[in-house]
């Protein structure tokens, strides 16, 4: 079974970047039948989906977060990252990586790291 | 539209049967997947595509998907099943994914 940990500061300021990293082990990230993703959750709030990355980097955005976000992968490490440019407060939040099944008629999340809190704070 | 929809609460009596529903555009082509979680806790995967429950999940959750709607079904709701459920699906057309909303569970 994989798990995942996520790794990064707890504290951004406003108009910076947020970054994040999600270690794998007990697994290759490299493995072709996982997407890994993003996910994230503001304080009281349900899930926000941030975005999924394959092992050859190819990826896809929510829309609404697209402009500001980057999602890149480092095989040699068994990682993923996540740049998220520009912060406001809106995007505090505990933030989930997730390794990511999908076909053709469905995509689930099926092994979750524990979250980190990261707050947009002065 | 790739909104997900769902009632956020729903309550059933420890032992009885509670449905938990789901409605959006996107499930017309994707089955949903579900999640529990529990208060300081990472979300858990419970029923994903055509009814399909992960290793270690009860078999009192089962699932179904019909037209535009799916839906997470506890048969003998326990008192550990109180939790708040999202379902998932991928929106095709956009080529993203979306969240529900949360139903927040009580079991009474």
């Known amino acids: 079974q994989p798990r995942l940990q996520e790794s990064g500061p707890g504290l951004v300021k406003p108009s910076e970047t947020l970054s994040l990293n999600c270690t794998v082990s007990?697994?290759?990230?490299?493995?072709?039948?996982?997407?890994w993703g993003w996910i994230r959750q503001p304080p009281g709030k349900g899930l926000e989906w941030i975005g999924n990355?394959?092992?050859?980097?190819?990826?896809y955005y929510n829309p609404s977060l697209k402009s500001r976000l980057t999602i890149s992968v480092d095989t040699s490490k068994n990682q993923f990252s996540l740049k998220l440019s520009s912060v406001t407060a809106a995007d505090t939040a505990v933030y989930y990586c997730?390794?990511?099944?999908?076909?053709?008629?469905?995509?689930?999340?099926?092994?979750w790291g524990q979250g980190t809190l990261v707050t947009v704070s002065s | 539209s790739s909104e997900l929809t769902q009632d956020p609460a729903v309550s059933v009596a420890l032992g009885q049967t509670v449905r938990i529903t789901c409605q959006g555009d996107s499930l017309r082509s994707s089955y949903a997947s579900w999640y529990q979680q529990k208060p300081g806790q990472a979300p858990v995967l419970v029923m994903y595509g055509e009814n399909i429950r992960p290793s270690g999940i009860p078999d009192r959750f089962s699932g179904s998907n019909s037209g535009n709607t799916a839906s997470l079904t506890i048969t003998g709701a326990q008192a550990e099943d109180e939790a708040d459920y999202y379902c998932h699906s991928r929106d095709s057309i956009e080529n993203h994914v979306v969240f529900g909303g949360r139903t927040k569970l009580t079991v009474l």
């Open positions: 007990g697994g290759s990230i490299s493995s072709s039948n996982y997407y």
């Open positions: 990355i394959f092992y050859s980097g190819s990826s």
């Open positions: 997730a390794r990511c099944y999908e076909t053709g008629q469905w995509l689930s999340f099926d092994y």
